[in-house]
């Protein structure tokens, strides 16, 4: 088993990573988040995955465009990878694939994408695209997928389907990372599931239970298993670490405490149909309390609130499940991500390397 890995989410939209009214030292522009990319890079993160968000869903006035912010970071950076999150439905993907070899070429080699199949309808309506049923939607994402691969990896791509449809295209250059460029992708649902087994290299967890992150790695890993493939697992979890357990829980109360109200009713109302509509009714957010979706991906389920020590402690029980990444949002991003990621980082991979040494992890 290979060492965890740490990515990190980009507040490239305004308001934060929670709905609170609580004052955060976070930044949404440009400079700030410079900063965060050049503080994460030398604090031991590997990756940043940058949100896409074109209407303000929950609050957030302003969204800086996912990979048009991440060409600025690469050329800030030397190592980071960045993973831009996309829409089908918004982007051909031929014109994307392109987008993202340049980004590859730029960065020499440290792009990523996330397909991202979508749940807020106005986003798509509100640009005149059609709004798909759940399962379309992944249809897409799918055969979105299989366009990039195919322009990736052939000469002359061909493909048709039922909503992309692409004829001995050529594409040069290629990415640097040629096919391999990693594809991620999340979702709860089986349609979710089934997709992440046929297509995707990583598959992303919203914040969760240990039980529940366990329940969605073997689903997916049977799944895979059955297309002859292999999936990798990335979790989220919104990290507060304190000197203390207690004050770390303070910090959580506090935020929750000053929740803003409206804009979480409004984002509950909005996810409604994402948990529900599904076939299985396990899509994202089908079982989140009010508190959950304070932090809008449930990142206070995953548990990483406490001390270096505490914190460090539960990602080691998330890499025994089969976790290959760890992805954290922060409150103050001017003082967290880097708390993060050179007190708790670094004890991981102590903790890593003390189990190998034991036999307990290999």
Same mark, same amino acid.
């Given at each position: 088993?290979s /060492? ?6 980009v ?5 934060g990573l ?9 930044g949404?522009?440009?400079?700030s988040?410079q ?7 030398e604090s031991?993160y ?8 074109f ?21 800030s950076?030397?190592k980071?990878?960045?993973i ?7 982007w051909?993907?031929?014109v994307y694939?392109?987008m993202?070899?340049?980004l590859d070429?730029?960065?020499n080699?440290?792009a990523a ?19 798909l049923?759940?399962?379309?939607r ?23 389907g039922?909503?992309?449809e692409?004829? *001995? ?7 640097v990372?040629?096919?391999n460029l ?11 599931k ?6 995707? /290299?990583?598959y ?8 529940g ?17 292999e ?7 919104f #990290? ?5 357990e ?13 929740? /803003?109200?409206d ?6 109302? #909005?996810?409604?149909?994402a948990?529900?509509?599904? *076939? ?8 989140s309390?009010?508190? /959950?979706?304070?932090?809008?991906n ?10 270096? *020590?505490?914190v ?30 050179k007190?708790v ?9 003390k ?8």
């Amino acid at each position: 088993m290979s /060492d965890l890995q740490f990515a990190y989410w980009v507040p490239n939209v305004s308001g934060g990573l929670v709905v609170s009214k609580l004052p955060q030292k976070t930044g949404w522009d440009f400079e700030s988040n410079q900063r965060y990319a050049k503080t994460a890079e030398e604090s031991n993160y590997d990756f940043a995955l940058l949100q896409t968000r074109f209407f303000a869903s929950y609050g957030a006035e302003n969204q800086l465009e996912a990979i048009t912010l991440a060409s600025a970071l690469a050329a800030s950076t030397k190592k980071l990878k960045l993973i831009s999150a996309v829409h089908p439905g918004l982007w051909h993907p031929a014109v994307y694939a392109k987008m993202l070899s340049t980004l590859d070429q730029i960065s020499n080699g440290r792009a990523a994408v996330n397909i991202v199949s979508g749940w807020f309808k106005q986003e798509f309506t509100g640009f005149g695209e059609p709004w798909l049923d759940h399962a379309e939607r992944y249809k897409r994402s799918e055969e979105f997928i299989r366009v990039l691969r195919e322009l990736w990896t052939k000469e002359q791509a061909s493909f048709k389907g039922d909503y992309y449809e692409i004829n *001995e295209a050529p594409h040069k250059p290629k990415p640097v990372q040629g096919g391999n460029l990693p594809i991620f992708q999340g979702g709860n649902s089986n349609d979710a599931k089934e997709m992440a087994s046929r297509v995707s /290299d990583y598959y992303f967890m919203n914040g969760n239970t240990l039980e529940g992150f366990k329940k969605q790695i073997d689903q997916v890993s049977e799944l895979a298993a059955k297309e002859g493939r292999e999936v990798k697992f990335a979790a989220h979890g919104f #990290a507060i670490v304190r000197n203390t357990e207690e004050e770390a829980r303070q910090q959580l109360q506090d935020i929750v405490h000053a929740a /803003d109200d409206d804009a979480v009713e409004g984002f509950q109302e #909005a996810v409604k149909e994402a948990g529900q509509s599904t *076939e299985n009714k396990e899509g994202m957010w089908a079982d989140s309390s009010y508190e /959950d979706l304070v932090q809008y991906n449930d990142g206070f389920k995953t548990g990483l609130i406490g001390t270096p *020590e505490q914190v460090a402690d539960r990602i080691i029980e998330l890499k025994r499940i089969g976790v290959s990444i760890v992805l954290t949002a922060h409150f103050h991003y001017e003082e967290d991500l880097e708390r993060f990621g050179k007190e708790v980082i670094p004890l991981v991979k102590e903790k890593e390397e003390k189990l190998k040494t034991e036999g307990v992890l290999t």
